[in-house]
């Protein structure tokens, strides 16, 4: 381990136009978090020792978001090289490694930045390493001119190149480490003579080359380097990290059905042996435990699932359930803010809302918690063992004691006590042969009233 220090510079001055959006490009979501935030990780990942993230006029929502990192503003968008000059000052005089990433390309990985700190580092002591990469279309992207010795000679803009350069497959993907003590001559000397009128960063790779100073490159993979400039690249970026989640929940024990019509966010956690169906969605802040079977079209927010319990199909748990170990919930169930505890059922058509669920408790089909008066919301609890009648109200705040039973279609408004039984329903009575008279005398009438019609 060497102890230069390191210190990182996100570009991310750019105005994404192209995004049509009133949110900064930077904080459009992948996986349910801002891309920003899934470098600031990697590069955390990298041990990066200072983190300066260059921004644009009016994106104190990104000032915001990245925060205690410092941010500077680049007023006028002259190019990435005025965007590092534009960060100088808050480099100061640093004689560690510079690191320059992109705010809009997020996919860069660790182990790539590992490789090329290492190389920056490494004999004969290059002045700018950058990563390169091989793209399918290398259209738009500034060309790696590399020597005979496989040292790096130059980087040439793709609307300044030549047809011969052009023709060049290993592309800039604009991610580089470059010698602190180096820098800021390189960066003095930055002009503006090119085919956008730009300073470009690339520039400074000729500028060391000709005082003498090596360059180098490493080589990073195609996914990577996805950058993001419409919503259309925004998607394709999230296909790339929904697969990579898929393949990592898989390899860690995930058995998944039709793992490309699951969706999981950063943060999901899934534990062994869990099954998932088709067609399910994790939101963030998502935990399952062992052993878990999640069917088919279930949407899972901010819930806990432990071990061996049963969700689905249609199951939705929103922020705040809890369904403990071995507890059943099924189709059409919605869960929020509750939790439903060891072994209990709520298998059909249910919605249950602050509230508990004890222990083994039954809940039956089409019981809604009635938890919200339009003001205030209100807890219901129901004991261990107790069993809710099919289509009951229960009205918070309320609670039902362990082992209690509620009769079907029951609108339960009081508290009732543990082992006993609540009914709501009116008396019910039966009228024998009722329905058969009344139907001969109404058709009886009926036959009356046409045959005078017709006199
Ligand atoms: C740049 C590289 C090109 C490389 C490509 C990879 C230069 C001159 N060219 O081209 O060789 O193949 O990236 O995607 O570096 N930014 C600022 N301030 C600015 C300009 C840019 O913060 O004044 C930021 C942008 O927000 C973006 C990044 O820098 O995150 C790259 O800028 P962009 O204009 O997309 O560069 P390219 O022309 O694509
Ligand atoms: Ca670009």
């Keep these: 381990m060497s102890d230069r220090q390191i210190t990182a510079v996100v570009l991310a001055a750019g105005l994404g136009t192209r995004m049509k959006s009133d949110v900064p490009k930077v904080l459009h979501a992948i996986a349910n978090r801002p891309m920003i935030d899934h470098l600031m990780e990697t590069l955390q990942a990298v041990h990066t020792d200072r983190v300066v993230v260059v921004i644009g006029d009016e994106m104190e929502a990104v000032a915001a978001k990245v925060a205690p990192h410092e941010t500077v503003i680049q007023e006028r968008r002259l190019g990435t090289g005025h965007a590092v000059i534009t960060a100088r000052d808050a480099i100061g005089g640093f004689d560690g490694d ?54 790096l000679e130059a ?8 047809p011969e350069q052009r023709a060049v497959t290993l592309c800039n993907s604009g991610v580089m480490a470059i010698d602190g003590t180096a820098l800021n001559g390189l960066l003095d000397r930055l002009g503006n003579d090119n085919a956008k009128n730009e300073y470009y960063l690339t520039d400074i790779i000729g500028l060391a080359r000709a005082d003498g100073l090596p360059c180098a490159h490493v080589e990073g993979h195609e996914d990577e380097f996805a950058g993001i400039n419409s919503r259309a690249d925004l998607a394709r970026v999230e296909a790339i990290v929904q697969n990579a989640l898929r393949v990592r929940a898989m390899a860690e024990g995930v058995t998944m059905t039709a793992p490309e019509t699951v969706f999981l966010s950063h943060d999901t956690r899934l534990g062994r042996d869990v099954t998932i169906g088709p ?105 261990a063992g107790a069993f809710i009648g099919s ?63 017709k006199s």
Aim: with cysteine; net charge neutral.
């Design 98 to 151: 510079i690191l320059v990433v992109y705010g809009d390309t997020p996919l860069i990985s660790a182990e790539t930045l590992g490789r090329l700190i290492e190389k920056r580092r490494a004999p004969p002591d290059p002045a700018v390493v950058v990563v390169g990469f091989r793209p399918e279309d290398p259209g738009p992207y500034g060309r790696l001119i590399t020597d005979d010795n496989g040292g």
């Design 155 to 162: 980087i040439v803009e793709a609307r300044d190149a030549t």
């Design 279 to 383: 067609n399910v969605v994790f939101g963030p802040g998502v935990t399952v435990g062992d052993r878990v079977e999640i069917r088919a079209f279930s949407h899972l927010e901010g819930a806990t699932v432990g071990d061996g319990a049963l969700v689905g199909p249609f199951a939705r748990l929103r922020p705040g359930a809890r369904i403990d170990a071995d507890a059943h919930i099924g189709n059409f169930v919605e869960i929020k803010n509750a939790s439903v505890e060891v072994g209990a059922k709520v298998n059909h058509l249910t919605y249950i809302g602050d509230a508990r669920v004890g222990t083994k408790a039954n809940v039956g089909a089409g019981t809604i918690t009635c938890n919200y008066d339009g003001f205030f919301k209100d807890h219901t609890d129901i004991g």
């Design 391 to 453: 289509n009951s109200s229960l009205v918070a705040p309320v609670k039902i004691g362990d082992g209690a039973i509620t009769g079907a279609g029951a609108v339960i408004a009081r508290d009732i006590p543990s082992d006993s039984m609540a009914l709501t329903r009116g008396p019910h009575t039966v009228r024998e042969g009722w329905a058969k008279a009344f139907r001969e005398r109404r058709a009886a009438e009926k036959a009356a009233a046409q045959a005078k019609k």
